[in-house]
């Protein structure tokens, strides 16, 4: 009997994780690992088939993350990410790498050095320094404290697989910067708040 394509997806996003260990294992976290793992990732998005959209609802709003595969505590995370047509992300370092393929659609990714001390608290300042469009045969890579924005660019969804070096619930501190007002602002780590859960809890 043949298997279901969610056997085939679920079978594929665990080599895919243990490839990306395997990586990281010989490796660490450098510019080269993270290249390879991009790789890696764009030719799982190009098996189209195995991301059928009526297998994953669309966003109520402008963006969804649909869980993949989700290692236990600090492991990665692997996600189908559905963002609608317009939608924009200001200015961001997520605090821990991450790499994006498409599988459909296309979303620009601008990415930015911060080039201010970070001495006053509340006030941060950004230069952009390059962008990639992420679309059907390419995908980009930061390193932990890359900042980035994303814009969905053209009338159709940007469908795509997004690994992170944490799950999405075990996030560090998110900042965002707002290069017009020469701001800054960190949200809460939600790593932090699991790690201080209790046992059990």
Request: hydrophobic share 45%; with cysteine.
């Amino acid at each position: 009997m043949a298997s279901s394509i969610a056997d085939q997806r679920s079978r594929a996003c665990r080599n895919l994780l243990a490839q990306v260990h395997a990586i990281t294992e010989k490796e660490g976290i450098t510019p080269s690992a993270l290249h390879a793992i991009k790789l890696k990732l764009v030719a799982l998005a190009s098996k189209a088939d195995l991301f059928p959209p009526g297998d994953f609802a669309m966003p109520v709003a402008q963006g969804r993350n649909h869980p993949l595969l989700v290692e236990d505590d600090d492991g990665h995370g692997l996600y189908l990410t559905i963002n609608m047509p317009g939608k924009e992300a200001a200015p961001h370092d997520h605090g821990i790498w991450c790499v994006n393929a498409a599988i459909s659609g296309r979303e620009r990714h601008v990415f930015y050095r911060r080039t201010d001390d970070g001495g006053q608290n509340g006030r941060a300042t950004v230069v952009r320094v390059g962008e990639v469009m992420v679309e059907p045969g390419n995908g980009m890579a930061m390193a932990d404290h890359d900042i980035h924005s994303t814009e969905v660019v053209g009338q159709l969804p940007a469908i795509g697989l997004a690994l992170y070096g944490y799950a999405l619930a075990r996030f560090p501190s998110v900042v965002w910067f707002h290069p017009e007002f020469s701001a800054v602002r960190a949200c809460v780590s939600r790593r932090h708040a699991a790690l201080a859960e209790p046992v059990g809890a």
